[in-house]
């Protein structure tokens, strides 16, 4: 069974992808991650990630490997969870995932991973692209303030330099990124079902999202 969760930065798919995959005791699969992944690499090996440098951006694809097990992802081999979630990767990562070149290898990639599988993944064309006959498809969104209060909270931890305004124009910038790509841009796709996680809590997200599953009879 596919199970796919689209959504924007900062809506809580993950999370709420992770929580179901333990529930439910499928795989999980954080496709976002793989594209932070390689926006990672690009980002410390200071390759221009543009559409005018795709020779470069190319030659990185053929020397590199992603892999995704155990809910950590796997850069060249090296896990690199802790690398990549910081605010310059996620704009990297809205960049580097707008390329036709990148979105190929990754697509045949998360395809291949979820193979003969029960699989959760979240990302922005599950849905629409990678998986458009899948089980189950959810557009998991919230309101921008909200999730720019869930980003700042994550990130703050003590850190005085963090100033929400730039959190909240970070995700609306990105939103735009997403949303206007020519490759796949971030759209729900018609037979999804829309979860608005504004004001509901984790565990009212998992319970309807199980309800919804569970009612289909195929638990």
């Known amino acids: 069974m596919i199970i796919a969760i689209d ?26 991650a793989m594209y932070r992944a390689l926006a990672y690499k690009a980002y410390i090996n200071k390759i221009d990630i543009s559409e005018e440098n795709a020779d470069e951006i190319s030659k990185m694809l053929d020397s590199t490997t992603v892999d995704y097990y155990n809910n950590n992802i796997y850069l060249d081999g090296q896990n690199v969870e802790g690398l990549i979630r ?16 990148v979105r190929k290898k990754m697509v ?36 921008e303030e909200v999730r720019a209060v869930r980003r700042y909270n994550q990130l703050i ?21 997403d949303s206007s790509r020519k490759n796949s841009p971030l759209k729900m796709a018609d037979d999804a079902i829309l979860i608005d996680t ?21 638990l």
């Open 7 to 32: 959504g924007p930065s900062g809506a809580g798919k993950s999370t709420v992808a992770k929580l179901l995959s333990n529930k439910l005791s499928f795989e999980y699969i954080d496709t976002g």
């Open 86 to 101: 910081d605010e310059i990767i996620s704009i990297h990562a809205s960049k580097i995932s707008a390329l036709g070149i």
């Open 108 to 143: 045949d990639l998360q395809r291949k991973i979820a193979e003969n599988k029960n699989v959760i993944l979240d990302g922005r064309d599950i849905g629409t692209v990678v998986f458009p006959d899948a089980d189950f498809k959810f557009f998991v969104t919230a309101s």
């Open 157 to 177: 931890n003590g850190n005085k330099d963090i100033v929400f305004e730039n959190i909240l124009a970070d995700i609306k910038k990105r939103d735009e990124q």
């Open 198 to 218: 504004s004001y509901m809590s984790l565990e009212e997200i998992l319970n309807k999202l199980t309800d919804i599953i569970g009612g289909c009879n195929v």
